[in-house]
């Protein structure tokens, strides 16, 4: 019997504020266990949640551009569960009532494209440190963090119109990307600003009805979700081949070993006896909110992509780079506002390879204002500096020298002067007679090293094109 995976994920993203949802206490990672704290994340007696604005600001702009429907109405939920890290002994979240409603996710490269049921918004728990043995089941202690109880999440819930591990894993680097590039959340996986569950289940091919779903919890990379979901694929498919029924529970996925393992029986929404918090009003986003949102937006990765592929001609690549890394991204697109001879595929070689490589290596901001880059590219595509001393003089610009005294330092620019060339190749000829010789019986490639030498002599500033014409043309067999 051939067997059909169904997918869907539920996408946890950290909001990027600097409070959390419902308190003024601080988000940022790494802290001391317990100091990003207050009344409200502790669950103190009559402390009264306050909404965070910015984090609906974020979970809106998500919205749009996950193309979602933006819900005037919202309404804030109790979900009701017992655990150490839940002082309160309830999550805030929204259940009936969320922020957007439907949506949709392209997947360009696999032509396929995801829906979206909802996002809504709610607060994240904190975290317990189990200490001891290894793993839960042995932790002879486990110690309570609430540092991230109450930090603002959106969960994205897909439709189960996923099939494969690979689109799986598509579908979450797709989202990934466009959140991180529009500022609503940092994407650092690692940190667990972004998570994900996914709902697995496997039906007869032909079939239309569902079949018993697992739930994998706290995916938290591209290839843990890929490996997860095709490992459970494969479990669930062996299970039912072999007599056997799944049940349905939560499962953990151990990155060690590749393999899914049951953690509890899955909960049913009316295990969390879900109602509408009475500390908090019905959440009200106007039409002109939503609109003044939407028209401050930055413009979307696929628009991006379109763009700089058609219009531009850059490389698949630089594409890739440049929507992976928005401070790359905004360099780039200042300096080709100032371009004025060069191409924009000129300056994002560059741009995308000496210059990102600079700046992780550096790992600090470049404070060198962008047009001087658009008039070092500008002035090589003139011939007025060399490629060599183009990848000589970035790494003084990035500190915020001046173009010009960089280059002066260097001794001027590049040097095109037929005459003045040709005295330092007949110089560098006389020097190396054997080089000279070995040109002449066909074995043009030797021309590279009495060009090197030349380049030496005048620290990269020689004409490279003009040099070795000349040498080529000094060289021929007489």
Known sequence: MQFEPVIGLE???????????????????????????????????????VLNKEAVQLAIMAGIALDCEIQERSIWARKNYFYADLPKGYQISQFEHPICLGGRVHLIDLNKTVRITRIHMEEDAGKLNHQGADGIAGATS?????NRAGV?????????????????????????????????????????????????????????????RTEVKNLNSFRSIERAVEFEINRQISVISSGGAIVQQTMNFDDTSGETTPLRSKENAHDYRYFPDPDLQPLIVTASTIAAIKSSMPELPDAIQERYSTILALPAHDIKVYLQNRPLFDLFEASCAHLKKATPKDLSKWVVGDLNALIKE???????APQVFAELVDRCSANDVSTKMVKDLLPVLVKGTPLDDAIKAMGGGQISDQTELTTMVDAVLNEHPDVVEKIKNGKTNSANFLMGQIMKKTQGRANPDAVLALILDACKPQ
């Not at 486990?142 to 609430?146: E, R, T, V």
């Not at 994205?156 to 680097?173: G, H, N």
């Open 152 to 212: 603002p999440l959106i969960e994205i819930v897909s439709e189960p119109d996923i099939r494969t591990a690979q689109e799986a894993r598509a579908y979450m680097e797709k989202v990934h990307q466009i959140l991180t590039f529009i500022g609503v959340c940092d994407g650092d996986l690692e940190k667990g600003s972004f998570r994900c569950d996914a709902n697995i289940s496997v039906r007869p091919v032909g079939e239309s009805a569902f079949g018993t």
């Open 11 to 49: 996408i946890h993203a950290q909001l990027n504020t600097k409070s959390k949802l419902f308190c003024t206490a601080s988000t940022e990672f790494g802290q001391l266990p317990n100091t990003n704290v207050s009344p409200v994340s502790l669950g103190l007696p009559g402390a009264l949640p």
């Open 142 to 146: 486990s110690a309570a963090d609430l």
């Open 362 to 368: 550096s790992n600090t901001p470049i404070t060198q």
